[in-house]
Protein backbone atom coordinates (compact mmCIF):
# COMPACT_ATOMS: atom_id res chain seq x y z
CA UNK A 1 0.00 0.00 0.00
CA UNK A 2 3.21 2.25 0.56
CA UNK A 3 5.23 2.74 -2.51
CA UNK A 4 8.78 4.69 -2.67
CA UNK A 5 10.68 5.30 -5.13
CA UNK A 6 13.42 7.85 -5.95
CA UNK A 7 16.94 6.25 -4.52
CA UNK A 8 20.03 6.64 -6.38
CA UNK A 9 23.91 7.54 -5.90
CA UNK A 10 24.21 10.94 -5.73
CA UNK A 11 27.68 12.98 -4.29
CA UNK A 12 28.43 14.65 -1.76
CA UNK A 13 26.66 17.70 -1.20
CA UNK A 14 24.20 16.98 -3.96
CA UNK A 15 20.26 16.10 -3.52
CA UNK A 16 17.70 13.74 -3.89
CA UNK A 17 14.00 13.65 -4.05
CA UNK A 18 12.08 10.53 -2.04
CA UNK A 19 8.50 10.00 -2.96
CA UNK A 20 6.05 7.27 -0.84
CA UNK A 21 2.91 6.99 -2.42
CA UNK A 22 -0.09 5.51 -0.65
CA UNK A 23 -2.78 3.43 -2.79
CA UNK A 24 -5.30 1.51 -1.95
CA UNK A 25 -7.56 3.46 0.37
CA UNK A 26 -4.93 3.41 2.86
CA UNK A 27 -6.10 6.59 4.69
CA UNK A 28 -2.98 8.45 5.77
CA UNK A 29 -2.75 10.64 8.98
CA UNK A 30 0.96 10.68 9.70
CA UNK A 31 3.68 9.76 7.24
CA UNK A 32 7.77 8.82 8.11
CA UNK A 33 10.67 8.53 6.53
CA UNK A 34 13.01 5.90 8.59
CA UNK A 35 16.59 5.08 7.08
CA UNK A 36 18.97 1.65 7.45
CA UNK A 37 22.38 1.87 7.23
CA UNK A 38 24.22 -1.49 6.64
CA UNK A 39 24.72 -2.85 9.94
CA UNK A 40 22.96 -0.69 12.16
CA UNK A 41 19.32 -0.47 13.00
CA UNK A 42 16.75 1.12 11.53
CA UNK A 43 16.41 4.66 12.49
CA UNK A 44 13.84 7.90 12.24
CA UNK A 45 14.31 10.58 9.76
CA UNK A 46 11.41 12.65 9.61
CA UNK A 47 7.77 12.55 9.82
CA UNK A 48 4.31 14.96 8.73
CA UNK A 49 1.23 15.31 9.87
CA UNK A 50 -0.76 14.92 7.31
CA UNK A 51 -4.02 17.51 8.17
CA UNK A 52 -1.57 20.26 8.91
CA UNK A 53 1.64 19.28 7.89
CA UNK A 54 3.02 19.65 11.23
CA UNK A 55 6.66 18.38 11.06
CA UNK A 56 9.18 16.36 12.93
CA UNK A 57 12.83 15.69 12.31
CA UNK A 58 15.63 14.35 13.55
CA UNK A 59 18.60 16.46 14.45
CA UNK A 60 21.09 15.44 11.72
CA UNK A 61 18.03 16.21 9.05
CA UNK A 62 17.03 19.20 10.47
CA UNK A 63 18.51 22.37 8.44
CA UNK A 64 19.09 19.79 5.01
CA UNK A 65 15.70 17.63 4.47
CA UNK A 66 12.19 18.66 3.65
CA UNK A 67 9.43 16.59 4.73
CA UNK A 68 6.39 17.34 2.53
CA UNK A 69 2.57 15.74 1.23
CA UNK A 70 0.37 16.43 -1.40
CA UNK A 71 -2.88 15.07 0.02
CA UNK A 72 -4.63 14.76 -3.10
CA UNK A 73 -2.07 12.26 -4.25
CA UNK A 74 -2.20 10.79 -1.16
CA UNK A 75 1.85 11.03 -1.21
CA UNK A 76 4.21 12.07 0.66
CA UNK A 77 8.04 12.95 -0.55
CA UNK A 78 11.47 13.59 1.37
CA UNK A 79 13.82 16.50 -0.47
CA UNK A 80 17.00 15.72 0.66
CA UNK A 81 19.92 18.49 0.13
CA UNK A 82 23.84 18.76 1.16
CA UNK A 83 23.78 14.82 1.38
CA UNK A 84 26.82 13.31 3.10
CA UNK A 85 27.88 9.73 2.92
CA UNK A 86 26.48 9.39 6.74
CA UNK A 87 22.90 9.29 4.68
CA UNK A 88 23.71 6.39 3.10
CA UNK A 89 21.04 3.70 3.48
CA UNK A 90 17.92 2.05 2.46
CA UNK A 91 15.01 4.86 3.22
CA UNK A 92 11.80 3.40 4.24
CA UNK A 93 8.44 5.17 4.22
CA UNK A 94 5.88 4.49 6.79
CA UNK A 95 2.60 5.38 7.69
CA UNK A 96 -0.31 5.47 10.09
CA UNK A 97 -3.89 5.97 10.14
CA UNK A 98 -5.78 8.02 13.27
CA UNK A 99 -5.15 11.23 13.38
CA UNK A 100 -3.09 12.11 16.65
CA UNK A 101 -3.37 15.18 18.88
CA UNK A 102 0.32 17.57 18.84
CA UNK A 103 1.34 15.94 21.43
CA UNK A 104 0.74 12.23 20.67
CA UNK A 105 2.35 13.44 16.76
CA UNK A 106 5.38 14.28 18.90
CA UNK A 107 6.43 12.07 21.28
CA UNK A 108 5.79 9.05 19.12
CA UNK A 109 6.64 9.88 15.69
CA UNK A 110 9.89 8.71 15.99
CA UNK A 111 8.77 5.15 17.29
CA UNK A 112 8.81 2.57 14.76
CA UNK A 113 6.13 0.65 16.01
CA UNK A 114 3.62 3.36 15.99
CA UNK A 115 3.64 2.88 12.04
CA UNK A 116 0.37 0.55 10.32
CA UNK A 117 1.96 0.29 6.88
CA UNK A 118 5.54 0.33 5.69
CA UNK A 119 6.71 0.34 2.00
CA UNK A 120 9.70 -1.39 0.74
CA UNK A 121 13.04 0.49 0.99
CA UNK A 122 14.55 2.46 -1.76
CA UNK A 123 18.45 2.63 -1.85
CA UNK A 124 20.27 6.36 -1.44
CA UNK A 125 24.33 6.41 -1.67
CA UNK A 126 26.11 9.15 -1.52
CA UNK A 127 29.68 8.84 -2.66
CA UNK A 128 32.18 10.30 -5.25
Known amino acids: QLQASGGGLVQPGGSLRLSCAAS???????MAWFRQAPGKEREFVAA????????YYTDSAKGRFTISRVNAKNTGYLQMNSLNPEDTGVYYCAARTGYPILSVYYSSASNRDWYDSWGHGTQVTVSS
Open 48 to 55: IRWSGGNT
Open 24 to 30: GGFKTDV
